[in-house]
């Protein structure tokens, strides 16, 4: 089972949030493809740069083409004397695991989490790889977890949405409202989960 992840917000934000989305290959590249042929947008699509019509879309879509996600939130307090890129890197790490954690008692067999290599340095997106690796692993040996380019990757462009509107709702943004209005009936139905960490 493919497990797509992407990430929006930082601590200095308020929130970080980490969407972990389960969806097949083709499942992800028909449901953009769908999206770009309603919509007539191209390029890589990012929650932050969608309308409200087309974020609900997503989500819609992302039902009709059997999906499901779980994102988890973190709004982390940063002390005197924290290290900015340490608490940071922390947050991630801890949503990444929380997030991907989440589905593995509903994996059929094994799990290839795939996770956007946008963020860190190519060392440690190689670490935060291998710690991915060691938790899906003890699901099923033949589980692997790579990094992937979000541009190429239709399954992380779907999590992007899918952070970016949970990291909205978590700062209170003036667009948060309608995103919850968006969001409620799929959080209502299972088809995403939300978890506070």
């Known amino acids: 089972m493919p497990i797509f992840c992407d990430e929006s917000g930082a601590p ?6 980490l969407a972990a989305v389960a969806i097949t290959d083709e499942g992800a ?11 007539g947008l191209g390029g890589e699509l990012k929650g932050s740069r969608i309308d409200m019509v087309e974020r609900a879309l997503i989500f819609e879509l992302l039902e009709r083409f059997g999906g499901r996600a779980i994102i988890s939130v973190a709004r ?14 922390a947050t ?7 997030a991907i954690g989440a589905h593995l008692p509903d994996a059929p067999g094994p799990v290839t989490a795939l996770v956007d290599d ?4 190519a060392a440690t997106l190689a670490h935060i790889r291998d710690k991915v690796e060691k938790l899906i692993d003890g699901h099923d040996p033949a589980s692997w977890a790579a990094l992937r380019d979000s ?18 709702i978590a700062i209170a943004s003036p667009r948060s409202h309608r995103i919850s209005t968006i969001l409620d009936p799929f959080l209502a139905s299972g088809l995403v989960r939300m978890r506070s960490i």
Not at 156 to 161: G, K, S, T
């Open 29 to 39: 590249e028909s449901l953009l493809a769908r999206f770009r042929a309603v919509t």
């Open 76 to 89: 982390p307090v940063r002390h005197p004397g924290d290290d900015a890129g340490e608490l940071d890197l």
């Open 151 to 168: 541009k190429r990757t239709a399954g992380i462009q779907l999590a992007d949405v899918l952070a970016n509107s949970a990291w909205n």
């Open 118 to 121: 946008g963020r860190y340095d």
């Open 12 to 17: 200095a934000t308020g929130a970080m949030t």
């Open 92 to 98: 991630y790490t801890a949503l990444l695991a929380d």
